[in-house]
T-cell receptor, first 109, second 114 residues
Framework: GQNIDQPTEMTATEGAIVQINCTYQTSGFNGLFWYQQHAGEAPTFLSYNVLDGLEEKGRFSSFLSRSKGYSYLLLKELQMKDSASYLCAVKDSNYQLIWGAGTKLIIKP | IAGITQAPTSQILAAGRRMTLRCTQDMRHNAMYWYRQDLGLGLRLIHYSNTAGTTGKGEVPDGYSVSRANTDDFPLTLASAVPSQTSVYFC?????????????FGPGTRLTVL
């Protein structure tokens, strides 16, 4: 079966750095996406990785290792507005997204 | 409008009733999707459409039907609602289904079936 694993919840301090991990087992791989979802709102796109390595976009970076079936999202200089759920999703061999359950990130002052 | 809209925002429905959730996008995207989101679970794909006139089944299609008569609209119908269909429903669209095409999401419909 297909499976995406991420921690259920994480807590971090404003101004700090946090790393959210995602491991996956899917039938085929056509890229990995990270989305942000604030409570009661729709998911919004953060990043896309298809090749191994680090993609940096401002305060957010995403890393992929295809051989290990592993990705992480790195958030720097945390702000209170970063409190949200972070969703990892893998595009499988049918080009459909398989979603993890999401990691709820709580930012404390 | 700009983006993707859904209606209604929320609905309480008696079991056994028929219900259609509406989704419209103005981005001229080819691909559209319906997901349900339940607490503790990832988004699950119900049905999708790679282009107008075609539809496909996702992971959890039972009890739902869709149509794609044109590019912009992708309604989801529950023929006879059951309490297990209580969920938040998101419609999404993307330029195409392949590669790095990100999906854009509507604001969601919160459906309660009693």
């Amino acid at each position: 079966g297909q499976n995406i694993d991420q921690p259920t919840e994480m807590t971090a301090t404003e101004g700090a750095i946090v790393q959210i991990n995602c491991t996956y087992q899917t039938s085929g791989f056509n890229g990995l996406f990270w989305y942000q979802q604030h409570a009661g709102e729709a998911p919004t796109f953060l990043s896309y990785n298809v090749l191994d390595g680090l993609e940096e976009k401002g305060r957010f970076s995403s890393f992929l290792s295809r051989s290990k079936g592993y990705s992480y999202l790195l958030l720097k200089e945390l702000q209170m507005k970063d409190s949200a759920s972070y969703l990892c999703a893998v595009k499988d061999s049918n080009y459909q997204l398989i979603w993890g359950a999401g990691t709820k990130l709580i930012i404390k002052p | 409008i700009a983006g993707i809209t859904q209606a209604p925002t929320s609905q309480i429905l008696a079991a056994g009733r028929r219900m259609t959730l509406r989704c419209t996008q103005d981005m001229r995207h080819n691909a559209m999707y319906w997901y349900r989101q339940d607490l503790g679970l990832g988004l699950r794909l119900i049905h999708y459409s790679n282009t107008a006139g075609t539809t496909g089944k996702g992971e959890v299609p039972d009890g739902y039907s869709v149509s794609r008569a044109n590019t912009d609209d992708f309604p989801l119908t529950l023929a006879s609602a059951v309490p297990s269909q209580t969920s938040v429903y998101f419609c999404a669209s993307s330029d195409s289904s392949g590669g790095n095409n990100e999906q854009f999401f509507g604001p969601g419909t919160r459906l309660t079936v009693l």
